[in-house]
């Protein structure tokens, strides 16, 4: 088993962060993990937080409405509209904080997903561009780093089951 990749790097002069991930599993796995709603929901959240989607339609013009649960059930809901796919390749969505009535919050952030195989091993290239270094800065204080580690690596625990 070789060491896989794992970089994160934030560029607070674009209002970007960057994350790089490999994946000891077929491409079409990893992208099944990231696109349907019964994958995202066993990992799509740091432990002992839990997703949970209300509703999901995986096409261009489409959207995710979900929340990450605590284990008090406090309920953080969030909206992902999908931009644009090309299936097991590439997908681009605006991600927004919503209430539970699916109002969104004012600013968001773009998530770029791109997915390569080599030999087995299947790369996720994401990039998040926030609209404000406001809402970059809200991210990183809420934890996002820590807690999107946390996230990929039950993912990485999940591909392995």
Not at 42 to 56: E, G, I, L, Y
Not at 95 to 122: C, Q, R, Y
Not at 127 to 140: D, F, P
């Amino acid at each position: 088993m070789t060491n896989l990749l794992f970089d994160f790097t934030v560029d607070k002069s674009i209002n970007s962060v960057f994350i790089t991930k490999e994946f000891d599993a077929e491409l079409s796995l990893v992208w099944d993990a990231f696109t349907t709603a019964e994958m995202l929901d066993q990992w799509w959240a740091p432990k002992p937080w839990v997703s949970k989607t209300k509703k999901m339609d995986f096409k261009e013009g489409g959207r995710r409405f979900y929340a990450m649960v605590s284990p008090e059930g406090h309920e953080g809901w969030q909206i992902q509209d999908y931009i644009s796919i090309n299936p097991k390749t590439h997908f681009k969505y605006f991600s927004v904080f919503a209430d539970k009535d699916e109002n969104p919050h004012p600013t968001g952030s773009t998530w770029d997903l791109n997915f390569s195989e080599l030999d087995g091993i299947t790369t996720v290239r994401i990039t998040i561009h926030n609209e404000s270094l406001e809402r970059m800065e809200q991210m990183i204080a809420m934890g996002f780093q820590e807690g999107f580690t946390m996230t990929l690596n039950e993912l990485e625990t999940l591909l392995k089951s």
